[in-house]
């Protein structure tokens, strides 16, 4: 996946605001696509096939490291969609799994759990579909586990599957999300920025012409762009809802066994 920084589109909006840092030019980009990836959900990706670890319930996206999710649109396993659950109601139905539920730093919660990126490798994944026990967690966690059925998303780099994942049998889980940039990115996947270059522009210039005692500010044009902004939004979201986005939805090989 090949990024294209959010600098490259300066020279377009630097036009309409002459004088205006590089930098700031820079932010406001930023902020607009983060924006426009959030009201239009037209950033969409598939995480590789990978298989849970029976007892563990709380994961980490495999996405791209300079993205948030925004929506998790559905999960499934083994073929069977996921029933997506709010942070209350996952409490509610799991009580069992609110006090395992560690809260802590993911470096730390997940120090003896294999790195996210070895979910979706050949190796990773013969060994855990050949041999559960490759992976073992203590009994008094798997007596409670069972076949999951349920997920909720935690942050936006983090989900907890539930109830906790038992040893029967492999779990594979496919899973699609809608994507935005992090508020420390510097750009953003190519395809996806050629195709909302555009919208990201105009929700730049917006709030770049109302910055208050600056040279270049101008409501009116403003107020233009501000349109602008609002009916591109609105086309490109019901575009995606339509399926009819000419990016490309990014989906990654199969492991070995798929």
């Known amino acids: 996946m090949t990024d294209r920084t959010f600098a490259s589109l300066v020279p377009r909006v630097q036009a309409s605001v002459p004088g205006c840092p590089h930098a700031t030019i820079v932010q406001y980009i930023r902020d607009s696509a983060i924006r426009t990836c959030e009201r239009t959900l037209y950033w969409r990706y598939q995480v590789p096939l990978f298989n849970l670890l029976p007892g563990v319930s709380e994961y980490g996206y495999n996405k791209p490291s300079n993205t948030d999710v925004h929506v998790l649109f559905e999960a ?40 996210i990126s ?59 999300l809608a994507l935005k940039p992090k508020r420390s990115a510097s750009g953003m996947d190519e395809v996806m920025f050629d ?10 210039l917006q709030h770049l012409l109302v910055l208050p005692g600056q040279a270049w500010s101008d409501r009116e044009l403003a107020a233009y762009h501000a349109k602008q902004y609002v009916y591109q939004t609105s086309e490109r979201r019901a575009r995606a809802n339509l399926g009819n986005m000419r990016g490309t939805m990014r989906a990654r090989m199969q492991p070995f066994g798929a």
């Open 76 to 115: 499934v396993v083994n073929d069977r969609p996921l029933e997506r659950l709010t942070m209350e109601k996952a409490i509610e139905l799991y009580p069992k799994w609110a006090d395992l539920y560690s809260g802590e730093d993911p470096a730390v919660a997940w120090s003896l759990t294999p790195p």
């Open 118 to 176: 070895t979910f979706s490798t050949p190796e990773f994944n013969e060994v855990l579909f050949n041999d559960q026990s490759a992976y073992t967690v203590p009994d008094a966690i798997i007596a409670d586990a069972s076949t999951p059925q349920s997920i909720t998303q935690i942050t936006p780099d983090k989900y907890i599957i539930l109830p906790l994942p038992n040893a029967d049998k492999p779990y594979r889980c496919r899973m699609f």
């Open 195 to 204: 195709e909302l270059e555009e919208v990201i522009m105009h929700g730049a």
